[in-house]
């Protein structure tokens, strides 16, 4: 059974950094791109950031472009992402996600074919 599991949320200030991981189980993941995506209060789920399977390509949501930055281990099934400069309007639910195989970078919900259950972060003002 695959399972993508969040880990790294929390209640951060205004200016602080966190960093998500998204651990993968069931089967590797390395040849296939994997991405975040978060919801905020009353939102709908958006693209944040995704990463190529061999991490060779990134791709951000320009509201994080500079401030996140998205990386993965393959040895570890794992993936990242480091959120710097943290603002109030990035509290969400934050959701890892993989593609079945591609290894392409996609931004859109319906491409991804596993989803986490989320980490919820919080950033006070």
């Known amino acids: 059974q695959v399972q993508l599991v969040e880990s790294g949320g929390g209640l951060v200030q205004a200016g602080d950094s966190l960093r998500l991981s998204c651990a993968a189980s069931?089967?590797?993941?390395?040849?296939?791109?994997m991405g975040w995506f978060r919801q905020g209060p009353g939102k709908e789920r958006e693209f944040v950031a995704a990463?190529?399977?061999?991490?060779?390509?990134?791709h951000y949501a320009d509201f994080v472009k500079g401030r996140f930055t998205v990386s993965r281990d393959n040895a570890k099934n794992t993936v990242y992402l480091q959120m710097n400069s943290l603002k109030p309007e990035d509290t969400a639910v934050y959701y890892c996600?993989?593609?079945?195989?591609?290894?392409?970078?996609?931004?859109?919900?319906?491409?991804?074919?596993?989803w986490g259950q989320g980490t919820q972060v919080t950033v006070s003002s």
């Open positions: 069931g089967r590797t993941f390395s040849n296939a791109a």
């Open positions: 996600a993989a593609r079945e195989r591609l290894s392409s970078i996609v931004t859109m919900r319906l491409n991804y074919d596993y």
């Open positions: 990463i190529s399977g061999t991490a060779t390509y990134t």
